[in-house]
Nanobody, 123 residues
Framework: QVQLVESGGGLVQAGGSLTLSCAVS????????MGWFRQAPGKDRKFVAG????????YYADSVQARFTVSRDNSKNSVSLQMNSLKPEDTAVYSC????????????????WGQGTQVTVSS
């Protein structure tokens, strides 16, 4: 059984930084495309960042490009999301997800999900 557990969320002032981590157990981590998604209250879940398993290529939503950095550590079965220059509009529950293919930006291609971690950015 594949399990994903996020950590690192919290409250931060605008302009600050946070790093989210996602630990994956079960399955074959180095063959999972990994993604981060977020969902604000009353809004749809949105893609934030992803990283391929095949070539380690990272890709981002336009809204976080140049502010967020996604990385993976196959030796630790984990993926991280470094978030800088945070804005109030980044406030959401952030979830990591694993895909048996390169998941891309569409949440429907992800097979396993964590429970999410709250990120709140105050103005």
């Amino acid at each position: 059984q594949v399990q994903l557990v996020e950590s690192g969320g919290g409250l931060v002032q605008a302009g600050g930084s946070l790093t989210l981590s996602c630990a994956v157990s079960g399955g074959t981590f180095n063959r999972y495309g990994m993604g981060w998604f977020r969902q604000a209250p009353g809004k749809d879940r949105k893609f934030v960042a992803g990283i391929n398993w095949s070539d380690n290529r990272a890709y981002y939503a336009d809204s976080v490009q140049a502010r967020f950095t996604v990385s993976r550590d196959n030796s630790k079965n984990s993926v991280s999301l470094q978030m800088n220059s945070l804005k109030p509009e980044d406030t959401a529950v952030y979830s990591c997800a694993a895909s048996g293919v390169e998941g891309g930006r569409d949440y429907r291609y992800y097979d396993y999900w964590g429970q999410g971690t709250q990120v709140t950015v105050s103005s």
